[in-house]
Structures are given as structure tokens and as C-alpha cells.
């Protein structure tokens, strides 16, 4: 239970951190203000704030995450006219129509909290401010009306606490061109599968190598037909009962073809031929002899390896995407709990199977977000495209129906999957108690 739990939180919590991650990384370098960057969801259990504006959270929940981009949705804080706050005001070199250089005064922080005291901080009932343009903030203080220019790094201490930086609309996502908005919404699923090659790579090193399509025997398990026979690490199997089998293919649809009965295998063996008789006999639900293929084990090798296993996942991932469309049917979806039961089967069976399913989970995750359903990252690049088509984005309130929309589908689909899951896996443990119970009587 606590290897399975582990697992997973891991597992999710780094797929999740390196999507969440490419968002955070090209926004910056598309000079838009990322306000947080958040590793799960719920309650803060971890917040760091770093010196460019951004705060890194972890949240108590290991079933998501996000970037939350200044300009994005409901990002605006609210200052009602009239309300108390205290500002933290500095000297500053500003240029002046009147002289070229001239100290004048700068807000740096504005604290709306009752819980947060700061050091000589000018109190003002607000009466007008513009965070986005202008940047000014005027209220009343000690009776007088004043007017102060806000810094264009200027943070906002909100009514719970959180500081923020202020976004003027230089940094604001509406702000940026077209092209970086895509390439924000696109790194994402980009680093899922930057993340999903490397972790093939990795895996191919802790496997030793990768398995060559040669008809080359790699190993034989001792005890099996195969070792009975004579067979040894090194042989090329050449044909089974007369059939040419070129590659390693080949041998294994003869050889579980053979259903049990004995078959004449042409060894080629250091230039000689010969011929063995071998015995298929039935293991794990198939007919096998007990060889193992031959491994290439070079460094590019193990390198172009992880690539091509990488472009098997991502085929196999579009052809069931493929058959879940022309049929669909919520057994083909899993959620959170059936990646929770393969997290633990993959703990059970090793450092290699974890591997493995982080890199199929990584890939399947770039994809799936690339679907162009409203508040997916594919969602987002449709209304980037709509935009570069019309020379302008949408209202923000169309934008908001649209996203709302897509929010309201992929909450009941990941309810129905859930539920779906749940059931499954009660029905699973039902079976095996059932049949454990028949054992037993």
C-alpha cells in the first residue's frame, strides 16, 4: 500500500512538474509574469517566492497542477474603493519633463492583509488606482488627498496573505504575440515528451542495451527445451521446420505457432549449419522453448534505442486514441486510480517497469493535451490559431465561455472514469476473493 502510494506520487508528481514546467519556462522567455507555479492541488504544503514574482508551491493533493499567468482568467486583485491599505514607499530616480533627473516617490508594496504589518508604511484609505497602465495609486492619507507612482515590479500583499507582483500589460499573456502564446501552451506537452524519450534512454542503460531484431539467440534459460536441446547464446536460428526466419520475429511466430509439437530448427553456429529438435512447452500463456534475443549494447545504440521505443509508445497511444474513437467506451480510459494500480504493479516488478510506465505516462500525457478541447493545452492553441487568423484575439468573455465549457466536460469525464476505475477494481478483488474462497473449499 505505501510502495504503491509512493510510486505513484512519484511517478505523477514528475510528469506533472515537467509539463507544468515547459508552461513556466517559454512564458518567461516570452516575458510574460508567471504568478505561481503549482505541483499539485488543494492547500499549500511547501511556497517559496522567488525574486522574479513567481511563487512555487506544492499542494497536498498529487492529482494535478498548473501555471497561473498574470492576465489569464480571473487573475486581477480587487481593490474596492475606499479600502484600507498600507503602503511601503521608496525613493527613486525618475525623469521629469521639468528637470532631467529628479527623486521623486515610489510605492514598491501595497498590503491589503490585517495580518501583515510592515515597517513604516504610509496607511491610505484608497480612493483610485491602475496597476496596468498608468500605474499610479491615489487615497487619502492623514486627511490629504496624494497620488503615488507604483513600480513596475510593484507587489500586491492580498486580504489572505499571498504576495503577488502587480502586471502591467507589458507582462500580461494577452501581451504577447500570437506565436509566443503557442509556444506557452505548447511546451507543456513538449517537455511530456522530452521527458518520455529521456526515461526510455535511461531504461534501455539500467537494461543493459536494447534488443536486436536479429535471429541471433541472446540467451538461454537453463532447465528449458531450448537448454535441453543443445541450443547456446550466439546461435542464429536460420529456419523452424523448413520456414526461413530472417529475423527475430519470425522465430517467435514459429516458434508459439508450433502449439506444443516438436519442431526442427536450422542452426547456424561459428559458419556451421546444423539442425536441433526442440520441444515447445507452454509458459506464461505461450508456447516458448526458453531463448532470449540477442541485445545491442553500444552507447548510440542504447541511445537511438530510447528514441525508437519512444515512437513505438507514441504509435501505440494513437492507434488505441484511434480505436476509442471509432468506439468508445469508458473501459478504454483510466484516471487517477487505475495509474494508482499500475503504480503499484510496477513497484512489484521493479526500478525497470516504473521506468517504463513514467515514460508511456509522460508521452500519453503530451498527447492527450494536445486534443483540441477547451481548457486542454490543444484547447489553447485552437484559440491561438483562431487568433492569428483573425488578426485578433477573442473577448475575454467568449474566451471564458469556451474554457468554461471545457471544464465542465473534462470534470464529468474524469467522474465518469473514476467511477468507472472504482468499479473495475472492486470488481477485480471481488473475482479474486471469489476464486481464492473455491480454492480453499
Known sequence: MIETLITFIIIFGIIVAIHEYGHLWWAKRSKILVRE??????????????????????????????????????????????????????????????????????????????????????????TEYDFEKELFIEGEVFGEIKRYSVDHDATIIEEDGTEVRIAPLDV????????????????????????????????????????????????????????????????????????????????????????????KLEVSRSGKSETLSVTPKKMDGSYRVGIMQSMKTGFFDKITGGFVQAGQSATAIFKALGSLIARPSLDKLGGPVAIYQLSGQAARAGLPTIINLLAMLSINLGIVNLFPIPVLDGGKIVLNIIEAIRGKA????????????????????????????????????????????????
Open 172 to 263: 500580461q499573456y494577452q501581451s504577447a504575440s500570437v506565436f509566443h502564446k503557442m509556444l506557452t501552451n505548447f511546451g507543456g506537452p513538449l517537455n511530456n515528451f522530452i521527458l518520455g524519450i529521456i526515461a526510455f534512454i535511461v531504461l534501455t542503460f539500467v537494461q543493459g542495451g536494447v534488443p536486436s531484431t536479429t535471429n541471433a539467440i541472446g540467451q538461454v534459460e537453463k532447465g528449458t527445451p531450448a537448454y535441453n536441446a543443445g541450443l547456446k547464446a550466439g546461435d542464429k536460428i536460420e529456419a523452424v521446420n523448413g520456414t526461413k526466419t530472417a529475423d527475430w520475429n519470425n522465430v517467435v511466430t514459429e516458434i508459439s505457432g508450433s502449439k506444443g509439437k516438436e519442431l
Open 394 to 441: 477573442l473577448s475575454q468573455e467568449k474566451e471564458s465561455i469556451i474554457t468554461m465549457v471545457g471544464v465542465v466536460f473534462m470534470l464529468v469525464l474524469f467522474v465518469a472514469v473514476t467511477w468507472n476505475d472504482i468499479l473495475r477494481a472492486l470488481s477485480i478483488n471481488l473475482s479474486i476473493r471469489l476464486l481464492f474462497q473455491k480454492e480453499r473449499s
Open 37 to 126: 507555479y503549482a505541483v499539485g492541488m488543494g492547500p499549500k504544503i511547501f511556497a517559496h517566492q522567488a525574486k522574479d514574482g513567481t511563487l512555487y508551491t506544492i499542494r497536498i493533493l498529487p492529482l494535478g497542477g498548473y501555471v497561473r499567468l498574470a492576465g489569464w482568467g480571473d487573475d486581477k486583485t480587487e481593490i474596492k474603493k475606499g479600502q484600507a491599505a498600507s503602503l511601503v514607499v521608496s525613493k527613486s530616480e525618475v525623469i521629469n519633463p521639468e528637470a532631467e533627473n529628479s527623486v521623486s516617490n515610489i510605492v514598491r508594496r501595497i498590503n491589503l492583509s490585517e495580518h501583515v504589518e510592515l515597517e513604516e508604511a504610509i496607511p491610505m484609505l484608497i
